[in-house]
C-alpha cells in the first residue's frame, strides 16, 4: 500500500486557501481555536472547508497527520 506524506501546503490547497508558506504561517499568526474547540468547528472555515477536514479526518486518511499538526498548530 503506497503512503502519501501530505503537508500543510498542500492541505490549504485542498482547503481552497493560499498554500505559500508565508501565507500559511500567516494563516496560522491570525487564527486560534479555543482550547475545547475542534478544528472542524472553527467559525474561519467555510461550510465546504469543514466538511473536508471532517470528512478527512474521519476516514484515518493519509491526512491525518497533517490534519493533527494543524490543530496543535491552532490551537497554540
Do not use: C, Y
Not at 30 to 47: D, M, P, R
Not at 54 to 73: A, K
Amino acid at each position: 500500500m503506497e503512503q502519501h506524506t501530505h503537508t500543510l501546503n498542500m492541505l490549504f490547497a485542498q482547503l481552497g486557501l493560499p498554500d505559500s508558506q508565508v501565507e500559511v504561517e500567516r494563516f496560522l499568526g491570525e487564527h486560534k481555536l479555543k482550547s475545547a474547540e475542534k478544528l472542524h468547528e472553527a467559525a474561519f472555515w467555510s461550510t465546504a472547508q469543514s466538511k473536508l477536514i471532517r470528512e478527512l479526518w474521519h476516514q484515518d486518511s493519509d491526512w491525518s497527520t497533517v490534519l493533527d499538526e494543524l490543530n496543535t498548530r491552532l490551537h497554540q
